[in-house]
């Protein structure tokens, strides 16, 4: 999936036409629901719009990936606040909760009433901090409004981070699908990096 929308954004007006689109719909996607490693997405997509050569062809990444995670977290939120309104919940709550382990929820609940929603910031950088900062700021019942002031910027922070990620790896070889193959290396080791952390106490802790 990820080779195939890296081989989707040559320089060709034509087919960028149908590249940005599918990184758009990929991230947004990949923010709803955990089936799609964002961070990869965007960095492979870095990756080719580097040897473009183009300035534009960078900032375009950045735009369309920074404007797809916002809008695909306020679709997560809003779906999220329904279930906490409603007194039987909701699937989409329930997930979240599912993917927020406990001690990850407290220091989430702890670093938003020390610094409000700035805590959003930080939360998209940080691998798996997404999820419970978000359900923290559900649980306090943090209005959508507030919450987007908070998340613009964090979206804007992630999507230039995964695109620095694409850069150097587009920068250390040749070819393109040689710097896609890195970037999406590290960007699934940063993103998987706490998972593997988690299971690793849990068996020593077993």
């Given at each position: 999936?990820?080779?195939g929308l890296a081989g989707s954004l040559p320089a060709e007006p034509a087919q960028q036409a149908v590249g940005y689109p599918s990184l758009f719909l990929l991230v947004v996607l990949g923010s709803l629901v955990p089936v799609v490693p964002t961070g990869a997405v965007v960095s492979?997509?870095?990756v080719v719009a580097f040897h473009q050569?183009?300035?534009w062809a960078l900032l375009s990444v950045f735009g369309v990936s920074a404007l797809a995670a916002f809008l695909g977290?306020?679709?997560l939120y809003w779906l999220g606040g329904r279930g906490?309104?409603?007194r039987n919940g909701s699937r989409w709550l329930d997930r979240l909760r599912d993917r927020a382990a406990p001690e990850r929820l407290a220091q989430a609940q702890a670093g938003l009433r020390a610094h409000g929603v700035l805590v959003l910031v930080l939360s998209r950088l940080v691998p798996a901090g997404r999820i419970p900062v978000m359900l923290a700021c559900l649980l306090a019942r943090v209005p959508l409004r507030r919450f987007a002031h908070g998340d613009l910027p964090a979206c804007l922070a992630w999507a230039l981070t995964y695109?620095?990620?694409g850069v150097l790896g587009g920068s250390l070889f040749p070819k393109p699908w040689q710097g896609v193959a890195t970037a999406v290396g590290l960007a699934l080791l940063i993103s998987g990096a706490p998972a593997v952390w988690r299971r690793v106490r849990g068996g020593r802790g077993g």
């Open positions: 999936m990820i080779g492979s997509a870095a050569g183009s300035p977290d306020l679709g906490v309104r409603s695109q620095l990620i």
